[in-house]
């Protein structure tokens, strides 16, 4: 049940200081829907990943900060992202326009008022397209992986998320590639977070999938990620 929200706590999100951080590559067709998204107040940073279509000249001229970051995957990508922030808290997005950054404002809420310090969106597709079997597949594998490593429930481990930015920092997340998300959860419930799940719309994406677009993709991902579960377990 979502929770109503009151004028007080409007005041308070429009309050807070919130980064948006953007992973890209080759994003130009997305970018400028995605960029209309951003709740207002808030900072779009665009980590450009070595893109050839002209997604960061694109982005700078639709009112993004954009980070360049040269060394190749998703975490790399979001963790330049996460060290040049600067707000109190900090929110990550895909940038292919599958999810809308619009719907992170009730997230920050729940962090803002002490609900949760980790928000996760799970992801409801919205066409039979919109989540390809094998994507799905990969992420219920890690979902399993992750119950029996931290006992957390949890059904998705989407890019959707939102937590306090100096508390993040202090994780030292160090993947730089399909792990690092995962990286993020166990990481946070091994320090005794409060992680919570809320539910987002999840369309087709815009352009060609990166990462889990294909079987090889998305078993590379899951890899990364069952790597990241090993070195946790071994006390690395």
């Not at 997230?107 to 928000?119: P, W």
């Not at 029996?148 to 481990?157: A, S």
Request: some cysteine.
């Amino acid at each position: 049940m979502r929770r109503v929200t009151t004028p007080s706590d409007e005041r308070e999100q429009l309050a807070a200081s919130v980064d948006v951080v953007l992973p890209c590559l080759d994003e130009a067709e997305a970018l400028p829907w995605v960029l209309r998204r951003i709740p207002p107040g808030w900072r779009a940073l665009v980590v450009d990943n070595g893109s050839t279509d002209g997604s960061a000249d694109l982005a700078r001229s639709l009112g993004a900060t954009v980070v360049s970051e040269r060394r190749r995957g998703f975490g790399a990508a979001c963790h330049a992202g996460l060290l040049a922030a600067t707000a109190d808290l900090v929110c990550f997005c895909d940038c292919d326009a599958s999810l809308d950054p619009a719907d992170l404002v009730p997230f920050t809420h729940r962090i803002l008022t002490g609900e949760a310090d980790l928000v996760l969106g799970r992801r409801r597709p919205q066409t039979r397209g919109a989540w390809p079997p094998h994507a799905r597949a990969g992420n219920l594998a890690l979902a399993r992986l992750l119950r029996r490593r931290t006992g957390l429930r949890l059904r998705d481990l989407g890019p959707l998320r939102a937590a306090r930015r100096e508390p993040l920092l202090a994780l030292d997340l160090s993947d730089r590639r399909s792990g690092y998300p995962l990286q993020m959860v166990v990481r946070a419930a091994d320090a005794g977070w409060r992680i919570a799940e809320y539910d987002v719309p999840y369309r087709p994406r815009t352009g060609a999938s990166k990462v889990t677009g294909t079987w090889r993709g998305t078993w590379q991902a899951v890899r990364d990620m069952s790597r990241v579960l090993a070195e946790k377990e071994a006390g690395t």
